[in-house]
Structures are given as structure tokens and as C-alpha cells.
């Protein structure tokens, strides 16, 4: 060790610590805690994800069942066949499957006497869930 002029040793303190916890009491408890926060925040961003997901494919699926709808009401004078055949070709372009279709005359009250009527329904994924949606749309 070398002296200074003033007679005091430098280099590593000899003397007793001054600060207010001893050396090597720090348990680590700052550590634990932003161990937790940042567990807590990926599950967080993980269940925002997966919400973003399930909405996101369940859009999809509703805008996929409308095009499918109004592409069979276009063909639905062709015959029930060439228009749930477009309408599958018009859901599966969308990234959905075409589950159920329907064509025929309205059903409901506020339908023209003689228009006919596409429903269908078509499946989307998100992830292992499996959305659907129904869509109407009709002739004339």
C-alpha cells in the first residue's frame, strides 16, 4: 500500500463499513419482484395476442360469409349447385371453408315473393378454436 501525504493508507477499506446493511445481506428480493413483473407482463401480452387473434379471424370469417352470400345470390338462378360452388370458391379465396349453403326461395316476411335466397355458413381458425359465421344475402 502506498501513503499519501497525509499519512491515511489507499487501496481496499480495512475499517468497518459504513453503509447502513451489512455486506452480503442484499437477499435479492428486487430481482424476484421484476421476475414476477415481467412474468405477469408476458401473460398479459400473451392473452392480448391471443384475443387479437380470435377478433381478427372472427372479422375474417364474417367478411368472407357476406362475399360468399352475395356470390351465391348471383348465381342462385343457375341452380342451387353452380351457387354454393362459387360461394365455396369465394369463401376458401377469403381463407375460410364453406361449412353450409343454402339456396332457395325467402323464408323470412321481408323477402321479395320471388327472389331467392343464399345462406351459408363458412369456418375460420384461430389457432385450436374454430370460429363461424352466417351470412344472407339475396337475388333481385
Known sequence: MTSRPTGR??????????????VGADRGA??????AC????TVVLGAVLALTAVVEARHRAAGAADLAALAAADRAWHGPEHACERARLVAEAGGTRLV???????????DPPD????DLTVESRAGPHRLRARARATTG
Do not use: I, K
Not at 353450409?100 to 321481408?110: E, F, I, S, T
Open 9 to 22: 493508507p489507499t487501496g481496499p477499506s480495512t475499517g468497518p463499513s459504513t453503509s447502513r446493511w451489512p
Open 30 to 35: 428486487a430481482t424476484v419482484w421484476c421476475v
Open 38 to 41: 415481467l412474468g405477469l407482463l
Open 115 to 118: 327472389a331467392l335466397v343464399a
Open 100 to 110: 353450409r349453403c343454402g339456396v332457395g326461395p325467402g323464408l323470412h316476411g321481408d
